[in-house]
Each structure stands twice: as C-alpha cells, then as structure tokens.
C-alpha cells in the first residue's frame, strides 16, 4: 500500500493541542485544520430539512398513501402466557372492505415434522399474532376485534424477582438466542447458560474480561462501598410508532419503513421472503424518533408483506400507542449488586458487579461496560445476568446497559468520595485518566459554579437545593461497511447518496456540510438523498456510529470527484491539477490568480453528464482497537445536575443540567446542542418519571399510553447548557463521532447525587419519586 | 366494537359505534352548535329531525380547511385528525396518542388550538380549520416557523407540526412574552427527542421579530 506521512491537530484546543504525524494511504485527502480554520464544518449551520418540517411537508411512513393501498391491523395475544388452541377468523373474513388476513404460524423447515403445533406460544400480552389488511384503519380494528382466539393458559411470571425463585414459571424451556437489535447491543448475553429463567452470566467485553485479583483488591481496601441499586423498565416511546408500507410489486418489493437500519430492514426481508437483496428496496426518508428500538422489520415489516402478497395491494401497517408500548421494546431493569474499594489515598482496589435484569421474552439485560473501564482499577470483575419474564422484549436503548450501569457506578463512587472525605469532582480528578473529562470537569465546573456545593442535607428549609455530578464514557465505534456516491452533474449540481438514514440527529445536514467543505461550496448546493437502500449501504443509526462511519467516506469521496473535475479543468487551462482549488464555487489557481471559473462551468468540461465516486470507510488512521472497528479513545462526558426536593411533598424538580461533551470534531454545533438536550431530558425523564407498570396479576401494561406512562413536559425541563470539547485524535478524513448515545448516560446519576446532596439520604432506586423521598427522609412508612 | 352485524349487512346498523360517539360527545358544546349553525353537512339538522339515522357508511360532508371548501366522503366514526390525513391527504397534522394527550394533531378551530383526534368530523360545522399546512402565507413562512428553523428547534421533527401550532397561537395573540408564557403554551406538546430548550428558544427570537 503506497502510504503519505501528514501532520494532524491532535489534543484539545485550549488545553493540549498540538500535532501529531500519521502514516495514511496516498489515496486520503489532505489534512483538515482545526474548526477555526473551516468554513462550514463545526458551524451553527441550520437543518437542510427543517423547512418540511416546520411547514408540515415532511413525509413519515405513517404519512403514505399509495394508490390502492390497504390499511393493517395486528392481531396480539391478550394473556401472557399459553398454548393458542384455535384461531377463529371467520366473521373477520366475511366483513365487508377486509381484503386479507395472515396468521402467524409454526413453518418447522423441510422435512421436518412440527412438534411445536400450529400457532408459536404466547409468551407475552402484546405478542402479534396476525394480521388483517382493509380498506381503511378502522374496518381493520373492526375486524380484529372479531378474531376468537382461544387459549389454554399457563402458569406467569411478570416480576423479576418473582421469576428467579425455583418453581417460578418457566418462560422458556429451551436456550435462546439474543436479537441483534437487543437490550445490551455490542455484548455477546447467551441465553444457553444458566437455570430456569436465569440466563448467564456475560463476564466480559471486548474491552476483555475480569482483570486482577478482587480478593486480594479488597484486602487492600481501607474504605469499601456496597451497595444494591435498582433501575426500572422504560420504554421508547417514539412518537412515530413502529412500521411500514409494503408494495410488493412483481419483481420488486417496495419497504417504506420509519427505520434506524434501511439496510437491515433490507437483508431481514429479503432473508424471511428468500429474495434476492437486488429486488428489495427499503426508503426511510423521515422517520419519528427511534432511540435504539427501530433497527429491525420486526414482526410488523413481514406481516405487511404477507398481507400485501395475498390482497395484492399496497399495504400500510403502523403500530398504535399501546402496541408500541408491550411489543416494541424497552430498556431492562436492572438490580445491580457493586462493591468498589479505595485505599486511604484514592486509589482503586477493586471493583465487583453483579446484575440481574429483565427484557421480558428477549435477551440484553446487562448494565455495559461503564464500571469496567470508567476508572482503571486492576482489580475488576462483572457477572451480568438475564431474567426472563412474561413481558415485551427489550430493544436497544440510547447508550444500552450503560445508562443502568452509570446509576450504580456513579452513585457509589460518590459515595466513596465522601468516606474518603473528598470532593466528588476533584475525588474523579485523582482516578480518572482520561484528559478530555478532564477538560469537561474543569469548564463544566466553572460554568456550573461547583463552588456553591454544601455538605449533603445542609440546606435549611423546606425545598433543599442539591448538587451532584456524574460521568460516562461511550466507545467510539466505527461501522466498517459504510459507503457513500458522490455525484456532480454537468449543471453544477452536487447529490450525495447512501442508505444511511436520518432519525433527526441531522445526517443529512452533517453529510452536506462535509460536501460542500470539501467543493468549495455552500451547504445549500449540495442534495442529500440517502435513506435508500439502492444506493451504496451506510451504517445503521445506533451506537452513535454514523457520524463517525459516514462522514469520512463522505468526504474521501467528494475529493475524489473533485480531483476528477479539477484535472479536466487543468488540462483545458494546461497547468498541473494539484495547483487548483475550490473556493467560494470558483475554482481557482495557487499562483495564476488570472485563472477563475465558476464550479458550474467547470462541470461543463465533462465527457459524460456526471462525476460519480463511491467510496467506502477506511480503516483508522493508526488502526483500531478491536479490527471490526472499535476506535481508540472514548466519547466522555461530565454532567452536573441542580436539583430542588421539597422535603414536605417529596417533590423532585431538576432545576439545571450542564452537560460538559466531546465527539472529536465537532460538525454541526446547533445539532449537537439539540442531541445533547434530548440526552438530558431522557435523563431526567428517567431518573424522575417513566416507569413502565406491569399487573401481575393479569400480564398487563397498566400505563401503555401517553397520558399515564409519564415524561417530561415543556413545565419539567430544566435550563440546560451543553459545552461541546472539541477533541482531534487524528483517526480519519474528517476526525469526527456521533453524540447521541452519551448524551444519555450521566444524567440519571447526577440527579441521584443531587438529591443525595440535597437531602443527605441516599436513593438507591429509579425512578425517584415523591414517595421514595419521602420514605427516604422517614415521612412516610 | 359493537356492531358485530355490520360485516353481513352494514344497513342493518343502526347508529354510529361507541367509540365515535364518545368522541364526538367529548365536544358537546361544538356538537350542539353544529345542529344550529351548520351550512355544510347536507342539511343535517333536518335530516335528522326528519328521523335519518347516519352511519355507519360513509356519507358527504363539506369542511372549510386552511381557505378552501373541501367536500370528503366520511364515515360518522371519522375523527377530524383521520379526516385530514386520510382524505385531505394534509398529514403534517400528526397522530401520536390518539386520545388527546400529546398535542401532535393541533388544529385551530375558528382560530382555537384544538386536538383534531378527539373531535368527530361532523362536529366541525362551518367552523374554519387551519392546520401547520395554512401557517405559512403565500409561501412566506410565519416568524415561528423562521425561528424554528434558525434555533434547530426541530429533531425528529413529528412533533413540530403541534409545537408549531401551539407557539403560533401564542404569538398571534400575545407579542409580549417570556419563557413561563412558552412553557405554558407547550405544556401539552409531547416531544420524545427532548426538543423543548431549542424551541422555548425559537418562540422568544420570534415574538422578538414581531413587535
């Protein structure tokens, strides 16, 4: 490989920038400078799509409406647990406007004999079914409800305690196997091991397994902390709820889907209907909210095309409110049991995690990473189990298993602080490594006014003001398999393709910024079509990958268009190309300042009527940690939080959050600022509000609606001030990461440490509430 | 549902089903004002003095929407948020809850905010609707809608349309305003991407432009 040696910034701007120099391939473009010295690139640039928004224009999948379309019903299980005896579908047939209805059923492979009988088990309220298309949405709920279902029940379990004990309920009898799409994604939970419904333990990452000796760690201890923490189950609650449009034309079948993952939803489809990948084409052009729960077909995407293929129409089918609530994800509970000890100085000696957590039917119920590499410690080890449960599956969830695991971790290394008689901010300077928290601590602190903190439960009065601070780290992941055509068209305009989706983090916006960086040209030139699975396939919007993945092929492939279109300008100025350059929409000559021509009639000099590049993502410069593509170095974050308890109502109110971030180079600073808002608020939603609220008596959500699955409202948001660190690591074309999924990590543990703060007890269990305060302070029994 | 016969012989139904009549006696007041003053829904009044009974198939109404005169074929059942989107095809007016807990499906009703998925169709009368599709003038978009953009108080932007909606009314009836007055105006605006900071932001700029 013919290689280039280039000097990069790398550090922090403002603290430790310098340069560092890097063996890349020939092929990369040029070095970019620091933010200051770009033009568009870390700016507040508005949203290429935001005027369809404001203005109503944009369409969602639940906004379709294709000639001839059907509108689609789910059939779901109304118990939680049992063998389905008959399904009766007779009235349901024979209502006027129904066109077609699907049963879910066993299909054993070939040659095999089905044991398992007719219809799959129920497992869950809320389990789709079937399926029943019609002429419109409200003939199809008619026709559902005119389904008989018969059941021969069994035996439940909906708690997770409840579902440890032996000759508790038994879920499955079987081993099962963990959905890509799960509650803990990037770990490996196997559902083979374990007992009754106690699945695991996973003991390691890919940041490696246990490390040390704990026992030797705690004999070494002169503090040690111990404690149990409790996190609920929440779901995600997407205002957009789960689904598709499904046109199964004869050698093409059209997915309009609201996706996190055009391409995933592609190679499901084309897998579960044994389709070539080349005649199935998924479009998800603006989608409403996902966080983690949108990456699959589902059950939804099949039944639409089943439906579709027996009605031979177009068919809608877009989940309601409380099918989005039992079936389509949610965040694990967690119990999780932490040990950390400290030597009289600081110094870590070991820490100790074990977790149990449920995502109902599915697997993913661990609490991450965060207590493993947060803080070095050389002694370390984690058991992480899965409970399963007759409830919804858990799906990936901003920052899985780690937004649990922050509650813990950051909770007892407070803690820790405090018997060490340290302050929690400069206690995580002495066991913190990292340099960019660092930074977070030191801005965050200043903006915050740390100062003002008073011993915990100090404050007079009735209403107590706390402060407390909490941290995360996230990995920066890179999804290797992210490709991205440029095209410029012999009119001047410029188009970038790739599957890759926007889910309202601003990719497309992001992509544009980095075009016209990179041309010499303003953002409003450049179209971003994407969100298209045929055009080159980019990353799912997960993991806080995209950004990351999509930007430098992005880029890498602009600049080799540009070179394309700057050497048939050479040639006709006959000079040498690497002279040229483009600025402003003119492109230009470093010496010659008498040569100029616009852009657009540069792309006249075309032999064909486009410049089409494609390129795909390298590998970093100075190689990854993990070959698939873990990135080195960590997207850390410092959160502080104000809160206000009034100790006669219990009443919580998050008054302040300052979220102190870094994603490399920063692209798009009002975007960042929008996603770090929504971190936040999630956060609180969490640490204050949402629960998901199971009967156990019946298997029954309680609250799967908006009016009582309560999250904040405009009157619950605090004043929220985000700093974003900018950080150069010198690792790609465009040295930039993704800041959703750390966004949301820190929030819920600093208003846990808040409230410590405020009231001087410890609450060990989320969400915090009027009564777990007021049970706290021994108000109430 | 009740109608259980309807798939043998929808003529045989008698009435309306449960579930829209709830909704539509949810806007009682709006129910009793349509029988007075309604020009639009082929003589409703007298229809039903005369002894008709409506639905359950679909019958013509006429509705005043964003200016225009529109005539849709509706079934009693149909809400106002499903008359939009599915037969005016005007889907920027967004269902999130279904039962008016969200705000994402505001419409003004003779200029009021109202939750187009809680009220019946047949309740809209005369009554002029404007939805996010009417704020924009001639193609000149309203200041909130300018500041929105300017302040990216969009994310996912599914609930723009009901955020737009309700700071619009704000400001077209109160320039002089602060933060407690935008909390207020959003306190029924659900937003899952945490969008709120961003258009708090947006509607203050606004109400800035306009005096």
């Excluded at chain 1, 929409?585 to 010496?591: E, K, L």
């Excluded at chain 2, 079934?75 to 889907?91: F, G, M």
């Excluded at chain 2, 009314?169 to 002089?176: R, V, W």
Aim: aromatic letters at 6%; glycine letters at 10%.
């Amino acid at each position: 490989m013919n290689t280039k040696k280039e000097k990069f910034p790398y550090g922090i701007p403002g603290h430790n920038l310098g340069e560092i120099e890097r063996e890349i391939p020939i092929e990369e473009p040029p070095v970019w400078p620091v933010n200051d010295k770009l033009k568009v690139i870390g700016k507040r640039v508005t949203r290429i799509d935001a005027l369809d928004k404001v203005t109503g224009k944009a369409k969602y999948t639940s906004d379709m409406k294709l000639p001839g379309m059907l509108y689609a019903k789910m059939l779901r299980s109304n118990v939680p647990h049992a063998v389905i005896t008959s399904i009766d579908i007779s009235k349901a047939k024979n209502l006027t406007g129904v066109h077609a209805i699907h049963l879910i059923e066993n299909s054993p492979k070939e040659g095999e004999e089905n044991t398992k009988g007719k219809y799959p088990m129920v497992k869950y309220v809320g389990q789709p079914l079937g399926g029943v298309a019609a002429e419109s949405l409200e003939i199809a709920k008619d026709a559902i409800a005119l389904i008989k279902v018969n059941y021969e029940e069994k035996p439940f379990v909906i708690d997770m305690e409840a579902a440890m004990e032996i000759g508790a309920p038994i879920v499955f009898d079987e081993p099962i196997t963990q959905q890509e799409d799960g509650g803990d994604v990037g770990e490996v939970h196997d559902g083979s091991k374990g007992q009754g419904n106690v699945r695991g333990p996973s003991t390691s990452s890919f940041f490696g397994g246990p490390r040390g000796d704990l026992e030797k760690g705690f004999a070494e201890a002169d503090v040690v902390v111990e404690r149990t923490y409790r996190t609920q189950v929440h779901t995600h609650m997407p205002l957009e709820t789960h689904g598709v449009v499904v046109d199964w034309k004869p050698d093409l079948m059209m997915v309009y889907t609201s996706t996190q993952n055009t391409n995933n939803v592609r190679n499901e489809m084309a897998s579960i209907f044994n389709l070539p990948k080349s005649k199935v084409r998924v479009v998800c052009d603006f989608m409403g909210g996902g966080f983690g729960a949108k990456h699959s077909a589902g059950s939804f995407g099949p039944m639409a095309a089943n439906l579709a293929k027996k009605s031979g129409r177009p068919v809608w089918l877009m989940l309601d409110r409380q099918e989005e609530h039992l079936a389509e994800g949610n965040r694990p509970s967690s119990k999780q049991y932490l040990k950390i000890g400290a030597k009289n100085d600081g110094t870590l000696t070991g820490i100790q995690q074990r977790s149990h957590g449920t995502a109902g039917v599915g697997l993913g119920a661990g609490v991450g990473r965060i207590a493993q590499i947060l803080y070095s410690c050389p002694n370390f080890a984690t058991e992480q189990y899965d409970v399963l449960t007759n409830a919804g599956p858990g799906a990936a969830w901003r920052a899985p298993g780690n937004v649990q695991g922050a509650f813990g971790l950051e909770q007892a290394i407070d803690e820790l602080a405090e018997k060490l008689k340290m302050d929690p901010l400069s206690y995580r300077d002495h066991i913190d490594k990292s340099e960019v928290r660092k930074v977070e601590r030191q801005r965050g602190a200043a903006l915050f006014d740390w100062s003002r903190r008073q011993p915990a439960g100090s404050g007079k009065g009735v209403v107590k003001k706390g402060l407390g601070v909490g941290q995360s780290t996230w990995p920066r992941f890179v999804t290797l398999d992210s490709s991205v055509e440029i095209k410029i068209h012999n009119d001047g305009g410029v188009e970038v393709r790739s599957s890759v989706q926007d889910i309202g983090t601003g990719t497309k916006t992001i992509l544009a910024q980095v075009v016209a960086e990179e041309l010499g040209l303003q953002v409003k030139d450049i179209k971003v079509n994407i969100g298209d699975t045929f055009f080159p396939v980019g990353p799912g919007s997960g993991g806080s990958v995209v950004t990351g993945s999509i930007t430098p092929p992005t880029r890498n492939a602009a600049f080799e268009a540009k070179k394309e279109l700057l050497n048939l300008v050479a040639k006709k100025w006959e000079t040498d190309a690497a002279e040229l350059f483009i600025s402003d929409g003119q492109v230009g000559h470093n010496t010659d300042t008498e040569l100029k021509m616009s852009f657009k009639e540069a792309t006249k000099l075309m032999r064909t009527s486009q410049i089409s590049k494609t390129a795909s993502r390298s590998d970093d410069y100075g190689g990854f940690q993990q070959p698939w593509g873990l990135a080195y170095g960590d997207l850390g974050s410092v959160q502080f939080a104000e809160v206000s308890v009034n100790t006669n109502t219990g009443f919580v109110k998050v008054d302040k959050i300052v979220a102190a971030h870094s994603c490399g180079r920063p692209l798009n600073i009002g975007q960042l600022e929008s996603q770090i808002n929504g971190g936040v608020i999630q956060g609180v939603s969490y640490a204050l509000y949402e629960n998901r609220v199971m009967d156990k008596s019946t298997g029954h959500m309680v609250n799967a609606n908006v009016d009582q699955y309560k999250v904040p409202f405009s009157m619950e948001i605090p004043e929220i001030e985000s700093i974003i660190v900018e950080e150069y690591s010198a690792r790609s074309s465009t040295d930039a990461y993704g800041i959703g999924e750390p966004a949301n990590i820190a929030t819920a543990a600093a208003i846990a440490n808040a409230v410590y703060n405020a009231i001087g007890v410890r609450i060990y269990e989320i969400p915090i509430t009027p009564s777990s305060i007021l049970k706290a302070l021994n108000k109430v029994s | 549902m009740e109608d259980k016969n309807q798939g043998s012989d929808p003529k045989k139904t008698k009435s309306i089903t449960r579930r829209s009549f709830l909704r539509g006696a949810g806007l009682s007041t709006a129910g009793s004002v349509l029988l007075t003053t309604n020009t639009f829904a082929l003589d409703y009044k007298e229809q039903l003095a005369a002894g008709k009974e409506f639905g359950p198939e679909a019958m013509t109404i006429k509705m005043k929407v964003n200016g225009i005169t529109e005539s849709l074929s509706v079934e009693p059942r149909t809400t106002l948020a499903s008359a939009l989107r599915d037969h005016l095809e005007l889907t920027g007016t967004k269902i999130v809850c279904d039962r008016g807990s969200c705000s994402a499906c505001t419409v003004y009703l003779d200029g009021k905010p109202v939750n187009s998925c809680m009220m019946s169709v047949f309740d809209v009368g005369d009554k002029e609707i404007t939805t996010i599709e009417g704020i924009a003038q001639n193609g000149k978009l309203h200041p909130v809608q300018e500041a929105f953009i300017e302040h990216d108080a969009t994310q996912c932007g599914y609930c723009t349309p009901g955020m737009v909606m309700s700071c619009v009314h704000l400001l077209d009836t109160n320039t002089d305003i602060n933060l407690e007055d935008v909390k207020k105006a959003t306190r029924g605006n659900l937003c899952r991407c945490g969008t709120h900071p961003h258009v708090f932001k947006a509607t203050l700029s606004a109400s800035k432009k306009t005096t």
